[in-house]
């Protein structure tokens, strides 16, 4: 399977949303496309280089990306599209090369979806941690189009819980590439926790 990528600084997780600003002409082109074919498009993290194109600098990829899905589209300016993604399946990319206006695009293979895993008991803190913050933003009067996690809230599953912390989280590429990554949604979770351990103790300092 051959799709465009868009490559970026931070990541999209399955079931996860993003709003991307539309403006260089090989975006532009990606979305009218993906838009009237009603096409996908990969989400892929930066290795190295830069989101915006610049002379003499080549963009490297991270090896596992997401599909995205558009489902909000507001045209700003002529030049100039908001658009709001839906996270789906992972991918590895197999193969990548540019082609006209300096698009990526990719040979990618599909990862399943997470195992349905229920969140073990000791890691539910981190459970009720993320139910408290959607809480609160709920609270604190944020729309369904304004908040950063959609409904429904599935609690109970650790790979649900471990993705929406890990786009959360504030970590750097590599790391968020590794919870990408990893296969098994308990340990993903694991890791989510340690990181939230390792912020709180911060945080207390």
């Known amino acids: ?14 079931d996860g949303l993003i709003s991307l600003r539309i403006f260089e002409v090989r975006y532009l082109d990606m979305v009218k496309k993906s838009i009237d074919n009603k096409s996908p498009f990969g989400l892929v993290m930066l290795k190295s280089g830069s989101e915006i194109r610049k002379p003499g600098i080549t963009e490297e990829l ?51 979806n997470d195992e349905l895993r229920q969140v073990p008991p000791s890691l539910q803190p981190v459970s009720d941690s993320l139910g408290k913050l959607i809480a609160s933003m709920e609270q604190n009067g944020l729309t369904e189009n304004k908040m950063p996690i959609l409904p429904p809230f599935r609690l109970q599953e650790s790979g649900w819980v471990s993705n929406r912390w890990a786009e959360l989280l504030s970590v750097n590429t590599n790391t968020r590439q590794q919870l990408l990554a990893e296969m098994c949604p308990v340990s993903r979770l694991k890791n989510v926790s340690k990181f939230l351990s390792s912020f709180v103790g911060k945080n207390k300092c």
């Open 62 to 112: 991270m090896p596992v990306g997401t599909i995205a899905e558009i489902i909000e589209i507001n045209n700003l300016q002529p030049a100039l599209i908001l658009i709001r993604c839906l996270g789906k399946n992972r991918f590895r990319l197999l193969r990548q090369e540019r082609v006209k206006y300096g698009l990526w695009q990719g040979e990618i293979e599909l990862i399943e």
């Open 1 to 14: 399977m051959i799709i465009p990528l868009f490559p970026l600084e931070s990541g999209l997780f399955p």
